[in-house]
Nanobody
Framework: QVQLVESGGGLVQPGGSLRLSCAAS????????MRWYRQAPGNERELVAH????????YYTDSVKGRFTISRDNAKNTVYLQMNSLKPEDTAVYYC?????????WGQGTQVTVSS
């Protein structure tokens, strides 16, 4: 059974930083692209970043380029999202995702609120 558990969210002031973690189990983590999505109130869920199985290639949506960094530790079955220079518009619930032949699997999400 695929399980994804996010952590690390919270309340931070504009310009601050947070590091999100997603602990994965129930599948061979090192074989899969891992993704971070986010969903703000009233908005659709959007892809923030992804990382290939070995970590050799990454993708970022334009609004986070230069501020966010996705990484993974295949020995720990964990994917991370380092978020720097946070802005109020980064406020959202952040979700970890893996796409398998059985479909998309999601964690429960972690709330990130950027506010002074």
């Amino acid at each position: 059974q695929v399980q994804l558990v996010e952590s690390g969210g919270g309340l931070v002031q504009p310009g601050g930083s947070l590091r999100l973690s997603c602990a994965a189990s129930g599948f061979t983590f090192s074989n899969y692209i891992m993704r971070w999505y986010r969903q703000a109130p009233g908005n659709e869920r959007e892809l923030v970043a992804h990382i290939t199985p070995t970590g050799g290639s990454t993708y970022y949506t334009d609004s986070v380029k230069g501020r966010f960094t996705i990484s993974r530790d295949n020995a720990k079955n964990t994917v991370y999202l380092q978020m720097n220079s946070l802005k109020p518009e980064d406020t959202a619930v952040y979700y970890c995702n893996v796409r398998k032949y059985t479909g998309d699997h999601w964690g429960q999400g972690t709330q990130v609120t950027v506010s002074s």
